[in-house]
């Protein structure tokens, strides 16, 4: 993934095994936490402050729900993920 690549609000398949629930789903990363602390400087919510999606990652993700009524909407809930359980 490049430096120019669009991560937030970016779709793509959870594919991993951490959450069971979402196996299969597509998803959309809302933020990005890199290093071992949560603080304002370690959670990254625009493509600017990212560069590139790094293996040790933690990828803050929201499901996509579907309704009969909503059509296609996203989910309040989010859940994370690191980079190997993303598919692109």
């Known amino acids: 993934m490049t430096s120019n690549t669009k991560i937030i609000g970016r779709e793509c398949r959870y594919v991993g095994t951490a959450h069971s ?8 990363i809302i933020q990005v936490l ?3 602390t949560i603080d304002e400087s370690t959670l990254l919510k625009e ?8 293996p040790d990652d933690v990828i803050e ?9 909503d ?4 989910s309040f809930v989010s859940s994370d993920a690191c ?6």
């Open 61 to 69: 993700f929201v499901p996509e729900l579907s309704s009969p009524v």
């Open 83 to 88: 980079l190997a359980d993303l598919e692109f």
């Open 47 to 54: 493509d600017s402050e990212i560069g590139e999606l790094r």
């Open 21 to 28: 629930w979402a196996k299969g789903l597509r998803v959309k």
């Open 71 to 74: 059509g296609r909407r996203w």
């Open 34 to 36: 890199r290093g071992p």
